[in-house]
């Protein structure tokens, strides 16, 4: 979860790194930290607090030197402090490391350092061992020196080494977190995701599972971990520096959530050929395999997990082939039963998620066939997956995820349109009605963002609430979910969402004069349902707000405030109902003064178990 920097080149290291940092502070920002190395000396700086503490100290106390690493961290061992901050250092203080990931046993390697050597720890971190295994290791060969302390380590990490006995290398190590290296003249780079980098390069090498880097001034060596020096091409970055900007927007989440016409659209029509039918370049599923295809599971972690409860209706729907949804971190513990019948589909936008890769490792192991429904081209999920769908959103920077959300339902719906028809559980009419029904859907996304002002109106009169309900009946039910997800991570406020049917077996007993239920109405086959839902709470003194089609006008009557969503199929409505959900979390967010695309001990990528 943490973000990892490094430079070498004739550049000021500082400048680089703290630049490439300010691009990942999503992913961990609770401390941040430098080593920068110059003919003398490991210059170390490292702080509690925002990335603006340390740039703070970095402005008024200049660092010299053109070899860096640099990290922002997300606290997994040892609470945020100056001295758990990354990079840490050996007993000399010539080596410094940083880490993204965990080491699963760094109890265990301190208690054989402690037996070995004379180590004396500064910190509680996990991180901290490895830089005195390095030490232990030493014998006038740094590359040597990480590798026999790697081979020490378990668990899942991502590091970044440099030391004054070699101060002309920065090497570099992944297993199962994210790095990558940028290319440039007289000059390299190495973070672990690609924002922090496009100031300076496009061109970058997509590190695997236990490989090794070593970067110098003028030459970028991969290794296997035999040893063996690999030969990779170049993965060439099409975003441009602005998309990862805000704009002009107050936050990225604001942003990100007015990027969903854009994203819907484009994710579907990159995706049309010449005849409007769909073309899915990354799925090689023939029907051959589809027909051999009896179950699906699909697996994720939080907003992506509710995608995938979506997905299950529509695939089910269109595809008539039996679904089943999971938490990653619930699968990969609960021998499900899979095997080479099943589809197996992540969803991530990051792909990253470790719980998300670790259950489709699972998934593989069982002979599964796995696609993958991913936003971060080349990311672990993608890359391990048979099959890939990549979303179209455009990189996420805001931790609570929008834009990923609307175009992984897309995806959905265009990959079981693709199964429906290629088994011919949709007959071509019905295929290529729903495609235009899709087509509709930026638009109307668009037409719900036009409402805005009505929702921020009714956000400046609920945000004082501490408790929110969010309910429905059918799909909606999913997007309550996300709803209330959306609400609780941004605003801090206690909200959960239930079944509207589950009501009164149990959660009405907490309603009360004044409470805020958030009412989503909008499958048609339920609606009458609904309306008798919102009476049950009504009675009790709820203050409602609720979701409907806007031909349904009557529940306006019932329901104290209504925001309508643009008709469409019933199948179709998460897309859009989403979206006034996002917003009104985003404007109760800022009428309570919260950090919106940072909430607290958040993360956007969550690369730890
Ligand atoms: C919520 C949110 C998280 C992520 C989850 C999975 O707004 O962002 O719940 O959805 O951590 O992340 P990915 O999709 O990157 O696997």
């Not at 005849?275 to 029907?287: E, P, V």
Request: glycine share 6%; proline share 2%.
């Amino acid at each position: 979860m943490c973000g990892i920097v490094g430079y070498i080149g004739n550049k000021q290291a500082t400048e680089v790194l703290m630049n490439g940092l300010s691009k990942l502070e999503y992913r961990g920002y609770d401390s941040a930290g430098v080593a920068i190395i110059n003919d003398e000396e490991l210059n170390i700086r490292k702080y509690k607090g925002r990335l603006s503490v340390l740039s703070d100290n970095l402005s008024q106390n200049k660092i010299v030197g053109n070899i860096g690493i640099g990290h922002t961290r997300w606290a997994t061992h040892g609470a945020p402090s100056d001295v758990n901050s990354h990079p840490h250092t050996n007993c000399q203080n010539d080596i410094a490391v940083i880490h993204n990931g965990i080491v699963e046993n760094y109890m265990k390697i301190k208690k054989w350092l402690d037996e070995v050597s004379d180590v004396k720890y500064k910190s509680e971190t996990d991180t901290e061992v490895i830089a005195h295994l390095i030490d232990y290791f030493y014998d006038g060969d740094l590359v040597e020196a990480v590798y026999k302390a790697v081979d020490k380590m378990e668990g899942a990490y991502a590091i970044g080494v440099v030391s004054k006995r070699e101060p002309d290398k920065i090497i570099a190590v992944r297993k199962d977190s994210p790095l990558i290296v940028g290319i440039g003249e007289s000059e390299n780079f190495l973070a672990s995701d690609i924002p922090a980098l496009l100031k300076y390069t496009r061109d970058v090498y997509l590190i695997e599972n236990d490989e090794f880097v070593i970067l110098t001034k003028d030459n970028i060596k991969i290794y296997n971990e035999f040893k063996q020096e690999v030969n990779r091409d170049i993965f060439k970055v099409t975003w441009n520096e602005e998309s990862a900007e805000k704009e002009g927007y107050e936050h990225f989440m604001i942003k990100e959530i007015y990027e969903q016409p854009k994203g819907t659209r484009e994710t579907l029509d990159r995706r049309l050929d010449d005849d409007g039918d769909i073309y899915l370049d990354g799925i090689k599923l023939t029907k051959e395999d589809l027909d051999g295809i009896n179950k699906v599971y699909i697996v994720a972690c939080g907003t992506a997990y509710h995608a995938g409860l979506v997905g299950r209706t529509i695939i089910e729907k269109y595809a008539k082939v039996a679904v089943e949804v999971d938490i990653a971190s619930e699968f990969r513990y609960r021998n499900p039963i899979i095997d080479d019948k099943t589809l197996f589909i992540a969803v991530s936008q990051s792909g990253e998620t470790l719980d998300t890769l670790a259950a489709l490792r699972e998934a593989k192991k069982h002979g599964a066939r796995v696609l993958s429904l991913v936003n971060v081209v080349g990311s672990s999920v993608a890359r391990e997956s048979d099959d890939v769908f990549y979303t179209w959103a455009g990189p996420e920077i805001a931790v609570a995820s929008t834009k990923a959300f609307t175009t992984q339902l897309m995806a959905f719906n265009m990959i079981a349109l693709h199964i429906g028809l290629t088994k011919g559980t949709l007959t071509k009419e019905e295929y290529k009605n729903l495609i235009e029904k899709l087509k509709e859907l930026p638009d109307k996304i668009k037409q719900i963002l036009d409402q805005y002002e009505d929702i921020q109106e009714i956000a400046d009169s609920q945000f004082n609430n501490e408790k929110v309900f969010f309910m429905g009946r059918g799909v909606d039910v999913n997007i309550a979910k996300e709803g209330s997800l959306k609400l609780k991570e941004i605003s801090y406020i206690n909200s959960f969402a239930i079944a509207a049917g589950e009501l009164k077996h149990g959660t009405i007993a907490l309603i009360e004069e004044g409470t805020f239920v958030v009412a989503l109405a909008t499958q048609d086959r339920l609606y009458e349902k609904m309306l008798s839902n919102i009476k049950e709470v009504k009675a009790r003194g709820a203050n409602v707000l609720a979701l409907a089609k806007e031909n349904n006008r009557e529940i306006s009557k019932i329901a104290d405030k209504v925001i309508y969503i643009p008709e469409t199929l019933d199948e179709l409505t998460p897309i859009l109902s989403v979206v006034p959900l996002q917003l009104l979390s985003y404007y109760i967010a800022v009428a309570r003064g919260c950090d919106v695309d940072k909430p607290r001990n958040l993360a956007k990528s969550v690369t730890v178990e």
